[in-house]
């Protein structure tokens, strides 16, 4: 059974850096293509950005984009989300999803780990 | 561009067919079969339900059924239960700009 398991959310000043972790299982993790999603709540899904298998392309939704960066390590099966210059409107659950068709539907998702922004 | 638009909400009675649609651009939702499906209860996270426009993932009831007609991909789901209600997403891969888009959400309802 595949599992992802987010952690590294929490309390973060506008103008911080955060960084999430998504640590997988059941898979042979540098095999797939991986996404970040995040969700405002009480909104709906947003795309962040992808990374491929072996992490040497990545791309992100303009309004992270020079912000973020995603990263893997297949050594350590764990997909990475940097989270620099933070602002209020980044709070939200982040998603870690699993693709097995590179342009295909996001197969499987994590529980989420919830990032707030606030001074 | 903006995202792909969703009904905020739609509704049905258990045993009845309901349909959500989800309408994008040219090069989005219309340039390719790569439309997706989300379930999502409240407190959960989404769960994928179809993919490549019609395509049901193993485990996923055949209730659940999609198509696309130009710009517009379509979710029904027929013979209703109360299990069905939750939010429902679409989403696509935008050729153009090499991003994923979701659409706004759907609610739906089981009367």
């Known amino acids: 059974e595949v599992q992802l398991v987010e952690s590294g959310g929490g309390l973060v000043q506008p103008g911080g850096s955060l960084r999430l972790s998504c640590t997988a299982s059941?898979?042979?993790?540098?095999?797939?293509?991986m996404h970040w999603v995040r969700q405002t709540p009480g909104k709906g899904l947003v795309w962040v950005s992808r990374i491929n298998n072996d992490g040497s392309s990545t791309t992100y939704a303009d309004s992270v984009k020079g912000r973020f960066t995603i990263s893997r390590d297949n050594a350590k099966n764990t997909l990475y989300l940097q989270m620099n210059s933070v602002r209020d409107e980044d709070t939200a659950v982040y998603y870690c999803?699993?693709?097995?068709?590179?342009?295909?539907?996001?197969?499987?998702w994590g529980q989420g780990t919830l990032v707030t922004v606030a001074s | 561009q903006s995202a792909p638009t969703q009904p905020a909400s739609v509704s049905g009675s258990p045993g009845q067919s309901i349909t959500i649609s989800c309408t994008g651009i040219s090069s989005d939702v219309g340039a390719y079969n790569y439309v997706s499906w989300y379930q999502q209860h409240p407190g959960k996270a989404p769960k994928l339900m179809i993919y490549d426009v019609s395509n049901r993932p193993s485990g996923v009831s055949n209730r659940f059924s999609g198509s696309k007609s130009g710009n517009t991909a379509s979710l029904t789901i027929s013979g209703l239960q109360a299990e069905d209600e939750a939010d429902y997403y679409c989403s696509s891969y935008r050729s153009s700009t090499n991003v994923w888009v979701f659409g706004g959400g759907t609610n739906l309802t089981v009367l």
């Open positions: 999803a699993r693709v097995i068709r590179v342009v295909g539907g996001f197969d499987d």
């Open positions: 059941g898979l042979t993790f540098r095999s797939y293509w």
